[in-house]
């Protein structure tokens, strides 16, 4: 069967435009979970095979929090490579305000990008698949790392566009990390025009995230 750009996307889908149709506000998280160690890693897993690496860099220069995100993936068939993904986004922070975005994303071959800087009355955000427009003044970028993105309309960090999406909390339980360690986590369901769940320990620090790919494959992002 041929694997295709088309018939399989890793990463969130960019369907659909406009205002999220639903919205369900779920609590306040004002602490950012920065790690000790300044960075997080991920393992991207597909069908049980290690298909890539996330990675989130945090510098703190002052009242300003960097975040540099790397996220490479490339899954193949026998020793043939029939998908690629190349992303690399910089989120910076204000104190606990997310002030700007920039992104940039090879999908299999397509080029995609946004950026999203803070006006006086929301995000100003550009992109690949959208007008210029100014998303909610707490509108998230979809990198996950945050749990504030679980109480957030999200802005797609592909190409730009406000998804059209809703999250509920679906109470806790014990997920896997990358070293086959289980921690106690939070669940977060986002669904809409993707499908992904979410985990966050107790301290709010990122554990995990499953994504549900158009091919219907099940993609894992297991911390390391």
């Known amino acids: 069967m041929m694997l295709t750009r088309r018939s399989f996307a890793l990463t969130t889908a960019t369907a659909g435009m406009g205002l999220p149709l639903v919205f369900r506000p779920i609590t306040a998280h004002a602490a950012l979970a920065v790690p000790a160690s300044g960075s997080i890693g991920c393992r991207v897993m ?3 095979e290690d298909i890539g690496l996330a990675e989130y860099k945090f510098e703190r220069h002052g009242d300003t929090l960097a975040v540099h995100i790397a996220i490479d993936l490339v899954v193949k068939i026998g020793p043939i490579a029939v998908f690629r993904y190349k992303h690399r986004n910089l989120e910076t922070w204000q104190g606990e305000t997310l002030v700007g975005l920039d992104a940039q994303t090879d999908d299999d071959g397509t080029p995609k990008f946004m950026s999203a800087k ?17 998303a909610p003044a707490n509108a998230f970028g979809t990198t996950y790392w945050n749990i504030g993105c679980v109480s957030a309309p999200l802005i797609n960090t592909e190409d730009g566009h406000l998804m059209d999406v809703h ?28 499908r992904i769940d979410l985990w966050y320990e107790a301290s709010d620090a ?19």
């Open 206 to 224: 990122f554990a995990s995230m499953r994504y549900y790919a158009k091919d219907g494959s099940v993609v894992t992002y297991a911390r390391l």
């Open 46 to 48: 597909r069908k049980g």
């Open 118 to 134: 803070r006006g006086p009355s929301g995000l100003l955000v550009t992109g690949s698949k959208t007008e210029p427009y100014t």
């Open 167 to 194: 999250t509920t909390p679906s109470g806790e339980s014990e997920v896997p990390l990358a070293s086959g360690a289980q921690v106690k986590a939070k669940q977060y369901d986002i669904r809409g025009e993707v």
